[in-house]
């Protein structure tokens, strides 16, 4: 499910799916999963948190050192708090009054119990996008023809090209890249 947590923004801000089973980080496992259980998965669509890559060395061979800060701008902390109330209205509705029995995890919490709680429990979707951008400013590593800036007979073509993320999954727009890339090639080579 798609949603706005304000009717003013122009896209959906967060996302949320049920899962027929509980997930937990290693941070929030020790609260007790239940064996069986369900969940509704939260999620920000648009964080606005950055994070960031570094070369960790001058070799091809050196790891990249990945900075996720997640959740360190204050809106998607606000945003995750809201999301967190959406997914205890719909648990909490008639149609799911059957299969609830209590509300596991977070649980009734003070303001900074809440709060560390989102903080423990936040995970990516596995969509990571938006670490090689498409653009003409100064954060900008691809051009329009999906040619890496500087590099010659380079080429990007993954999500990581996306300027902003997408408010669905990234499978779509990410074939939309790689057919585009291919019609680049083609042409480019005249195959």
Not at 172 to 190: D, M, S, T
């Amino acid at each position: 499910m798609y949603w706005k947590t304000d009717p003013g923004l122009s896209q959906p801000d967060v996302f949320h799916c049920q899962l027929e089973f509980p997930v937990a980080t290693p941070e929030t496992a020790p609260r007790g999963v239940p064996q069986h259980g369900w969940m509704v998965f939260a999620g920000l669509s648009h964080p606005k948190s950055r994070g960031s890559v570094h070369l960790s060395g001058p070799d091809a061979d050196d790891p990249v050192r990945i900075e996720a800060n997640t959740l360190s701008h204050p809106d998607d902390l606000e945003t995750a708090f809201a999301s967190i109330d959406l997914c205890r209205q719909m648990a909490n509705s008639a149609p799911f009054a059957s299969l609830l029995k209590r509300e596991a995890m977070p649980g009734k919490l003070d303001a900074a119990a809440m709060e560390a709680y989102v903080r423990d429990s936040a995970v990516t979707y596995w969509h990571q996008a938006c670490t090689a951008k498409m653009g003409r400013d100064a954060m900008s590593v691809v051009d329009g023809k999906l040619k890496v800036y500087g590099v010659e007979k380079l080429r990007i073509a993954d999500a990581s090209i996306m300027p902003s993320m997408t408010s669905g999954n990234t499978m779509a727009p990410c074939v939309v890249i790689g057919e585009r890339a291919a019609e680049l090639i083609k042409f480019a080579h005249r195959i």
